[in-house]
T-cell receptor, first 113, second 113 residues
Framework: GENVEQHPSTLSVQEGDSAVIKCTYS??????FPWYKQELGKRPQLIID?????GEKKDQRIAVTLNKTAKHFSLHITETQPEDSAVYFC????????????FGKGTKLSVKP | SAVISQKPSRDICQRGTSLTIQCQVD?????MFWYRQQPGQSLTLIAT?????????ESGFVIDKFPISRPNLTFSTLTVSNMSPEDSSIYLC??????????FGPGTRLTVL
């Protein structure tokens, strides 16, 4: 089945710097890759997603890139702000099991003012 | 988007008892899912709640322990049966609004003593 690896597990940056979180997946049939942000005590919130027919997608300060050949995808946050501090999860879906999201272990991002 | 609610938001239960968690969405959706998030961990899919048929369980989860109902396209329940302290987790439902795109309910925080 699908396996998703996520790195780093923790990331600390200064306000205004960029942050990059990387994920790799194992099932070449996977075709949908969402990113969720989870603040303490809150539900995971979908912040951006990408499908396998696209190499890059941007939404204001966040962007996601996908390399299908290497089976990895990354989240890029520019001009980080303290409110970006949260746990970020990547996921992969659409392989053997329709609709099943397989999540990475998460990255705790801390943005220091 | 959709409004997804869960009841209860939290509960403290004694071992050996059962708890039923409800998930309600304000629009009809085809796909609903149940996840478990153990303290400080990632999200793990328990099962897909199928309307009109038995739920589809992931490896490691069985119907006797986690019976699921899906009586219509806006509602589902998950029961955690014969609970032990190891069942202490956050249980989240999610719904698929667009192909593969899942949105989460607020979660139910369960503590088993």
């Amino acid at each position: 089945g699908e396996n998703v690896e996520q790195h780093p597990s923790t990331l600390s940056v200064q306000e205004g710097d960029s942050a990059v979180i990387k994920c790799t997946y194992s099932d070449s049939a996977s075709n949908y890759f969402p990113w969720y942000k989870q603040e303490l005590g809150k539900r995971p919130q979908l912040i951006i997603d990408i499908r396998s027919n696209v190499g890059e997608k941007k939404d204001q300060r966040i962007a996601v890139t996908l390399n299908k050949t290497a089976k990895h995808f990354s989240l890029h946050i520019t001009e980080t702000q303290p409110e970006d501090s949260a746990v970020y999860f990547c996921a992969a879906s659409g392989g053997g099991s329709q609709g099943n999201l397989i999540f990475g272990k998460g990255t705790k991002l801390s943005v220091k003012p | 988007s959709a409004v997804i609610s869960q009841k209860p938001s939290r509960d403290i239960c004694q071992r050996g008892t059962s708890l039923t968690i409800q998930c309600q969405v304000d629009s009809q959706v085809t796909m609903m899912f149940w996840y478990r998030q153990q303290p400080g961990q990632s999200l793990t899919l328990i099962a897909t709640a199928n309307q009109g048929s038995e739920a589809t369980y992931e490896s490691g989860f069985v119907i006797d322990k986690f019976p699921i109902s899906r009586p219509n396209l806006t509602f589902s329940t998950l029961t955690v049966s014969n609970m032990s302290p190891e069942d202490s987790s956050i249980y989240l439902c999610s719904v698929e609004l667009l192909t593969d795109t899942q949105y989460f309910g607020p979660g139910t925080r369960l503590t088993v003593l």
